[in-house]
């Protein structure tokens, strides 16, 4: 059974400039954070298999999941764990084929058809959402909140990892629904002290899962 990570952190360096993708690995990693993946929309193809691969290298030693965000060609090139898929992205049936049946592929859904369609093209995990307002995307659709989440948590048989404005306001509550974990890019790329902001998410992550 594959290993699903608990807290994703996205590494970003158009919403902040101040540290560079390897540097808030580094910092995540420090805070507990289990899975990092690689969200760069823009920029040349060589220098993101460059960063790709030296985030993978610190992940591997690290005991940490490392995927890359949207660029199934990245991820293969730079040997990462998995790839993260929206719906308008790369196939995921395709992304199977090309990746191979050990590695993970995480697609994105805001309503339960989305889901479905995920599941059926055989998505280790799913990214649902966003639970809150968030401005990190700007395709992101209808806020969900958290009744939404937790049926959609019952109804779903693959990890849900909830997605959307998540914050160590809130991580509590979205585990408490059901959530396997969270993914979030502003609550940590975006604080003064990305080391700590992942601490306070990781300690709201793990204090749910030990109460289940």
Do not use: W
């Amino acid at each position: 059974m594959k290993r699903i990570g608990r807290l994703h952190v996205l590494t970003d360096t158009v919403l902040q400039s101040r540290f560079t993708h390897l540097e808030l690995t580094k910092q995540a990693i420090s805070g507990g954070a289990d899975t990092i993946q690689l969200r760069q929309k823009e920029g040349s193809t060589r220098e993101l298999i460059k960063t790709a691969t030296e985030l993978r290298r610190l992940c591997t030693k690290k005991g940490v999941i490392f995927i890359v965000n949207d660029r199934i060609d990245v991820a293969l090139a730079a040997k990462a764990d998995g790839v993260h898929l929206g719906q308008d992205d790369f196939p995921i049936p395709l992304a199977r084929e090309l990746m191979g049946k050990g590695r993970i592929i995480g697609g994105s859904a805001a309503t339960p058809e989305e889901i479905e369609n995920c599941i059926r093209e055989d998505a280790d995990y799913v990214g649902f959402g966003p639970v809150y307002p968030t401005g990190s995307k700007d395709d992101a659709g209808p806020v969900s909140g958290i009744d939404i989440l937790k049926r959609i948590v019952k109804s779903t048989p693959v990890p849900v990892i909830a997605i959307g404005g998540i914050d160590q306001s809130n991580a509590s509550d979205v585990m408490g629904a059901g959530a396997h974990g969270i993914a979030v890019i502003s609550a940590v790329c975006c604080r003064e002290n990305p080391r700590k902001a992942a601490r306070k998410l990781y300690d709201a992550v793990n204090e749910n899962v030990l109460r289940k």
